[in-house]
C-alpha cells in the first residue's frame, strides 16, 4: 500500500483504495506481524472452515483505514471487523467528520468496503490538528 494518505483540501471527508489484496501480500503481512494462521495463506484451509478462500488479517484492514491519516496525528482508533475481506479485494476505505472532540480533534466515522459495497469495518477515528 504505497499510496499517499488521502486528505481533502476541506478537511471534511478522506478516502484510500488499496490495491488487490492478493495471496503474496497477504503471506508477506502474516510474516511481518508474525500470524502463523493459515487461514490468510491457506486457501483450502479457509475453505474448510466455511469461507470463500484466504482472507485478509483484521490488522491489515485497520492499517488500510489508518492510511486515509496522517498516522502520527491519529488519538484514537475504534474499529469493528464486520465480515471477511476475500483474497484478491480492492479495498476501499472512506470517511466522513463527524464533529469535532471538546480538545479540538477531529472525529471521522469511517466504513471499509469492497467495490460491490459489501461492507467489512465500521471505525470512529479521532485526528489532531486541522486536515490537509
Known sequence: MNDAPVDPVDGRGWRFATPPLDAARLRAFSALVNDPNPVHVDAEFARGLGLPGAIAQGGLVVSA???MFDRERITEL????????????????????????????????????????TLFARAVVVVSGRSG
Open 65 to 67: 483505514l489508518s492510511r
Open 78 to 117: 475504534d474499529v469493528t471487523l464486520l465480515a471477511p475481506v476475500p483474497v484478491g479485494t480492492t479495498v476501499i476505505c472512506e470517511g466522513s467528520a463527524t464533529g469535532t472532540t471538546a480538545g479540538g480533534e477531529t472525529e471521522v466515522a469511517c466504513v471499509v468496503r469492497d467495490m460491490e459495497d
